[in-house]
């Protein structure tokens, strides 16, 4: 089945600066990789997705790219706000098989 | 849209007795997932359903668990006996037809259940 990693587990920046988060995957046949953002006592909420056949994809301050050769997906945060402040998670999913979310990455931006 | 409604938002109980959650997903959407949240295990599927019927229940840790879907509009998940590692943040969410886990899920606002 597939098996979902991300790095840092916790990750502080300063107000402005840039924040990226690190997932790897372990099915290459892996072709949806979304991301959630879940404030403290709060449901998780989708930011942004790509899938497969896209390397880089971006909302606004948002951005999220795809490495398929190194199985690999990482978000950028960029002009990080207090607001950005919360609990981020990868997910990975191989055309509705083994979907499955990592274990969580704490952000914390300092004002 | 309501989006995904879940209840009760908090529940506290004693070990042994039975707990249900409930949950409404959104209209539209016929795929319902239940997920179990905690500090160590992080976010994990239980169960879920396409139109009312349960496709996938292999994340239901024991016999304790068992979840339903009678209609389009609600689901419920019970714990029976309730143990007080069943202590948990559980989420219900949703999302549209097409390829599942492919698209974005709804969540609801959780439930936050202690077993004491």
């Known amino acids: 089945g597939e098996n979902v990693e991300q790095h840092p587990s916790t990750l502080s920046v300063q107000e402005g600066d840039s924040a990226v988060i690190k997932c790897t995957y372990s099915d290459s046949a892996s072709n949806y990789f979304p991301w959630y953002k879940q404030e403290l006592g709060k449901r998780p909420q989708l930011i942004i997705d790509i899938r497969s056949n896209v390397g880089e994809k971006k909302d606004q301050r948002i951005a999220v790219t795809l490495n398929k050769t190194a199985k690999h997906f990482s978000l950028h945060i960029t002009e990080t706000q207090p607001e950005d402040s919360a609990v981020y998670f990868c997910?990975?999913?191989?055309?509705?098989?083994?979907?499955?979310f990592g274990p969580g990455t704490r952000l914390s931006v300092l004002p | 849209d309501a989006g995904v409604i879940q209840s009760p938002r908090h529940e506290v109980t004693e070990m042994g007795q039975e707990v249900t959650l409930r949950c409404k997903p959104i209209?539209?959407?016929?795929?319902l997932f239940w997920y179990r949240q905690t500090m160590m295990r992080g976010l994990e599927l239980l169960i879920y359903f396409n139109n009312n019927v349960p496709i996938d229940d292999s994340g239901m840790p024991e016999d304790r668990f068992s979840a339903k879907m009678p209609n389009a509009s609600f689901s419920t998940l019970k714990i029976q006996p309730s143990e007080p590692r069943d202590s948990a943040v559980y989420f219900c969410?949703?999302?549209?037809?097409?390829?599942?886990?492919?698209?974005?899920?709804?969540f609801g606002d959780g439930t936050r259940l202690s077993i004491l």
């Open positions: 969410a949703s999302s549209p037809p097409g390829q599942v886990f492919n698209q974005p899920q709804h």
């Open positions: 209209s539209g959407h016929d795929y």
């Open positions: 997910a990975a999913t191989n055309y509705g098989q083994n979907f499955v």
